[in-house]
T-cell receptor, first 115, second 111 residues
Framework: GAVVSQHPSRVICKSGTSVKIECRSL??????MFWYRQFPKQSLMLMAT?????????EQGVEKDKFLINHASLTLSTLTVTSAHPEDSSFYIC???????????FGPGTRLTVT | EDQVTQSPEALRLQEGESSSLNCSYT??????LFWYRQDPGKGPEFLFT???AGEEKEKERLKATLTKKESFLHITAPKPEDSATYLC????????????FGKGTKLTVNP
């Protein structure tokens, strides 16, 4: 149980284009989903928190107009990196939770490379 | 501000050589501590949640323990497949749905 999928696993895009990453909870309904990014040899940095049907809340320093998050249902959240630049290249990971203070279950991650 | 510190940063063990990883935290009030395993290029895999000082949980060769200030992840007779980065996390003060992660301990088990 508690399986979270992400798609795509890897994506290469050109500078200036937009990329959408999907995160799905496969066997449970997630009240909250989270988006993280991770740079090499560093820990996870929370980017934003989203609840189904409401606007995402972004961590300080994260551009909400650049990283668009949509949480359309209790099992699906999407992250769109708009007008991507090489510095956006990173490992993006989503997680899902069933309640406040509970465990987060992580997806397998998406490696984004912007050329 | 919540602080989570993990030590050591890296640990190399021989197969069968037991050891412990440490996670210390400076938060007011115990609201849970989470352990995850992360393999290279993958998302973290949930291992344990501990809520109370004195609590212990086990899974195969792993045992997690919790005191009022720190948690230990004991690895008994590790195998090469236990090689991974182990992360601990605590809920953020005032925003308990969010987790604050330590930098992790990279464990390498040599055959």
């Amino acid at each position: 149980g508690a399986v979270v999928s992400q798609h795509p696993s890897r994506v290469i895009c050109k500078s200036g284009t937009s990329v959408k990453i999907e995160c799905r909870s496969l066997d449970f309904q997630a009240t909250t989903m989270f988006w993280y990014r991770q740079f090499p040899k560093q820990s996870l940095m929370l980017m934003a928190t989203s609840n189904e049907g409401s606007k995402a809340t972004y961590e300080q320093g994260v551009e909400k107009d650049k990283f668009l998050i949509n949480h359309a249902s209790l099992t699906l959240s999407t992250l769109t990196v708009t007008s991507a630049h090489p510095e956006d290249s990173s490992f993006y990971i989503c997680s899902a939770s069933q309640g406040s203070g509970g465990e987060q279950y992580f997806g397998p991650g998406t490696r984004l490379t912007v050329t | 501000e919540d602080q989570v510190t993990q030590s050591p940063e890296a640990l190399r063990l021989q197969e069968g050589e037991s050891s412990s990883l440490n996670c210390s935290y400076t938060v007011s009030g115990l609201r849970g501590l989470f352990w995850y395993r992360q393999d290279p290029g993958k998302g973290p895999e949930f291992l344990f949640t501990l809520y109370s000082a004195g609590e212990e949980k086990e899974k195969e060769r792993l045992k997690a323990t919790l005191t009022k200030k720190e948690s230990f992840l004991h690895i008994t007779a590790p195998k090469p497949e236990d090689s991974a980065t182990y992360l601990c996390a605590v809920p953020k003060l005032g925003e308990s749905e969010k987790l604050v992660f330590g930098k992790g301990t990279k464990l390498t088990v040599n055959p």
